[in-house]
């Protein structure tokens, strides 16, 4: 009797033993899909595919969040109030008088306020003051138009942006920059544009770094109809840029807008990897035509260090100054074309897919030194 009962003990105990790993691997399995779905984005995912002549590898809009759509944006002049009203203060005290060395060293100190740059500043006083002295102007006013007017002229240089390639080449527009300045932004609010207009344009998401780099990318490829290549999270840039542009000459896409990741311009390694992303992107199919340096408004001065070494790494043929909206320092346009030479091509008044213009002087100008 003792020894049957002994047998079904020992008999129990092994067959809990033996059961006890599978019930904990599929406690640990139910776990870590809970997790999942928490993490979301955080998954390693297969890489979609580069292959040529297909575009089904966009997710359905079932599953995919795209990026809010903003209304169109308001004018220019409202979406530059902020910076407006930054200067507009100060200004009616210029206007109300009459020039004085007191008013010479307001403007300055207003215009410097504003990051037009001490350089630049200094530059532009120095020409006011001689077209006082010849014109013989008595006013703040007239002093406030003459300034408009150098201002305006110091703006002039060529600006626009080319899609120009030689026969038989594809376009290739790559969007550089420090982290979190806006360029995925941009490439979306330009690819809204472009395809608006007719153009069919493939997006390259050459930010290899993160996921979710590609992912916002891709949102912005699905809300204007774009073409999309990714490579897998860590490939090399240059090699998704190319895959890229092959992709764009099979599917006969306009136009090919690169995506980078944001780098520090003091990190020779990253700026060099920059330089071999151009030169790939420059391969036959290939033909860069702009490359845009994204540089956001709110950064002030510190815009000018990073414009230089770019510029050096990548060959940066105009720059696209976001985040206006939000700034009170509207005179980094002055500093960056006066100080670097380089043609501000495009201006950021918002995070919609409208809020995406080309620079013009004039408006500018007027709704930086206009009355409020
Ligand atoms: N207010 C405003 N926000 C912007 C503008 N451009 C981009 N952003 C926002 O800036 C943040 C970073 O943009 P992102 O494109 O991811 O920057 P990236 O790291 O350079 O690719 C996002 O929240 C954008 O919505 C702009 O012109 N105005
Ligand atoms: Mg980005």
Redesign the pocket.
Known sequence: MNTSLLIVVFLVVMLSLAVLPWIHRAWTTRKTSENDVEVGLEIEEEPISTDIGEKTHLPSPETMQAPEEVAPAASVREKLSKARTAISGRLKGIKGGSISPSMWEELEELLISADVGVETTLDVVNRLRETARVEKLETGTELLDALKRHMKEDLSCERELSLTASEGSVPVWLFVGV??V????S?GKVARRLTDEGSGVLLAAG?TFRAA?AE??EKWALLCDADFVRGSEGADPSSVIFDAVEAAKARKVDVVLG????RLHNKVNLMQELTKVRRVADREPGQVCEVLLVIDATTGQNGLSQAQEFTEAAGVTGIVLTKLDGSAKGGIVFAIEKELGLPVKLIGLGEGDGDLVDFDPEQFVEAIFGDD
Do not use: E, S, V
């Open positions: 982290n979190g806006g360029k995925t932004t490439i930010d780099a916002q990318l995506d980078t990741a944001g």
